[in-house]
Nanobody, 115 residues
Framework: QVQLVESGGGNVQAGGSLRLFCAAS????????MGWYRQAPGKQRELVAV???????NYADSVKGRFTISRDNAKHTVSLQMASLKPEDTAVYYC?????????WGQGTQVTVSS
């Protein structure tokens, strides 16, 4: 079975930086699309960034120019480098893996940005 484990969350001041990591197991990682989503209390889960098996990236307008997604196929990991953080970035961040019609999710990691 696919397992996704996130790490790297924490508390930061506005304007600071943080890097999230996701380790994947139980699948052919190099063939999968990977992404980061986030969900704040009372809000719907929203896409933050995705990276295809070929390395093509896409970002939500709210994070363009501030966040960078990358993957390491040899290590079966995906990361999200976050810079110039804002209070509105506060949320639980989830790692996502897409294989054909199936989506798999990690347990999430909390990111809190203080003003």
């Amino acid at each position: 079975q696919v397992q996704l484990v996130e790490s790297g969350g924490g508390n930061v001041q506005a304007g600071g930086s943080l890097r999230l990591f996701c380790a994947a197991s139980g699948s052919i990682f190099s063939k999968a699309g990977m992404g980061w989503y986030r969900q704040a209390p009372g809000k719907q889960r929203e896409l933050v960034a995705v990276i295809t098996s070929g390395g093509t990236t896409n970002y939500a307008d709210s994070v363009k120019g501030r966040f960078t997604i990358s993957r390491d196929n040899a290590k079966h990991t995906v990361s999200l480098q976050m810079a110039s953080l804002k209070p509105e970035d506060t949320a639980v961040y989830y790692c996502n893996q897409r294989i054909g019609p199936y989506d798999y999710w990690g347990q999430g990691t909390q990111v809190t940005v203080s003003s």
